[in-house]
């Protein structure tokens, strides 16, 4: 079990939500942060020019400093243009200033990092997830690519709880299957044999697609961009940081009524849980 007691407890954890150029999830996500119990800050990074460029890294390396959790919500950086998806993000967060911040959050101060869609994308290439770290990457580093169909997949899709052994998954059980909202043209996540087996040693496949008797699937209709044995989410090696592919934000009890199953997979109440 990876999960470890934080440090700190906080009546209300602050959530840090940065907006990149193309963010379009950061209202959906911190509605879903307050609605848990926590406070969330949306801040603009603005690039327009050099002295906004460093107006926001000062403020966003201020505001990690403050906060418990930076979330990292969906979208198209970049235009989401070929392989630029979440590239000015990671170029962003290489500032060896908010490198150091993340770090001292995830390391040294009990803190939690939450990546979805465009988010994941920009946690993996930092090497966030599977590694736990900003790091440089390898050329067979796990990444997320181009989806098979060659365009844009947008439709729900069923996935399984791989292993809960983060903090973000502690209000599930393995095997619980969620009906999530998909939204991507690069979603595949692939890596070597050998990489893979490591991180389902370590239990750090977090979430898979599935089909409808609730196994993995390479069908492309359950599994909308055949990502490598199924893998929607990951976590880093100690389960603080998680990424995935599925907007689980957007839930609610007017959302996808007509679309059977459970949608709430509690990850927004469980990473606020995590400091009370």
């Known amino acids: 079990d990876k999960r470890v007691?934080?440090?700190?407890?906080?009546?209300?954890?602050?959530?840090?939500?940065?907006?990149?150029?193309?963010?379009?999830c950061e209202?959906?996500?911190?509605?879903?942060?307050e609605k848990a119990g926590a406070e969330a800050d949306?801040?603009?990074?603005?690039?327009?020019?050099?002295?906004?460029?460093?107006?926001?890294?000062?403020?966003?390396?201020?505001k990690i400093k403050e906060s418990q959790i930076v979330m990292l919500p969906g979208g198209f950086s970049?235009?989401?243009?070929?392989?630029g998806s979440g590239k000015f993000i990671v170029s962003f967060l290489r500032n060896p200033?908010?490198?150091?911040?993340?770090?001292?959050?995830?390391?040294?101060?009990?803190?939690l990092m939450l990546g979805i869609c465009n988010g994941f994308?920009?946690?993996?290439?930092?090497?966030?997830?599977?590694?736990?770290?900003?790091?440089?990457?390898?050329?067979?580093s796990p990444t997320l690519t181009f989806n098979t169909i060659a365009r844009h997949q947008s439709k729900m899709v069923n996935t399984r709880i791989a292993s809960n052994k983060s903090p973000w998954l502690a209000g599930c059980e393995v095997g619980d299957i969620h009906s999530v909202a998909i939204s991507h043209g690069e979603g595949r996540f692939v890596a070597t044999?050998?990489?893979?087996?490591?991180?389902?040693?370590?239990?750090?496949?977090?979430?898979?697609?599935?089909?409808?008797?609730?196994?993995?699937?390479?069908?492309?209709?359950?599994?909308?961009?055949?990502?490598f044995q199924a893998i929607e989410g990951i976590t880093s090696p100690d389960g603080r940081v998680l990424g995935k592919m599925g907007h689980s934000?957007?839930?609610?009890?007017?959302?996808?009524?007509?679309?059977?199953?459970?949608?709430d997979q509690k990850i927004f109440e469980s990473g606020v849980a995590y400091f009370k």
């Open 5 to 24: 007691a934080p440090a700190i407890k906080v009546a209300k954890p602050k959530v840090l939500i940065p907006v990149f150029p193309g963010t379009n």
């Open 27 to 33: 209202y959906d996500t911190a509605r879903a942060f």
């Open 42 to 62: 949306i801040f603009v990074v603005r690039n327009l020019t050099e002295q906004a460029i460093k107006e926001s890294v000062d403020a966003i390396e201020k």
């Open 78 to 83: 970049g235009g989401d243009e070929p392989d």
């Open 97 to 111: 200033r908010l490198t150091d911040a993340i770090h001292d959050l995830l390391k040294n101060r009990d803190g």
């Open 121 to 140: 994308q920009a946690l993996i290439k930092l090497g966030l997830v599977p590694y736990g770290e900003i790091r440089d990457m390898r050329d067979d």
């Open 193 to 227: 044999a050998e990489e893979i087996a490591q991180l389902a040693a370590n239990g750090q496949i977090a979430t898979q697609y599935v089909d409808f008797d609730g196994e993995p699937t390479f069908d492309i209709h359950c599994n909308p961009n055949t990502s």
């Open 249 to 263: 934000e957007r839930k609610g009890c007017c959302v996808s009524k007509n679309v059977p199953g459970e949608k």
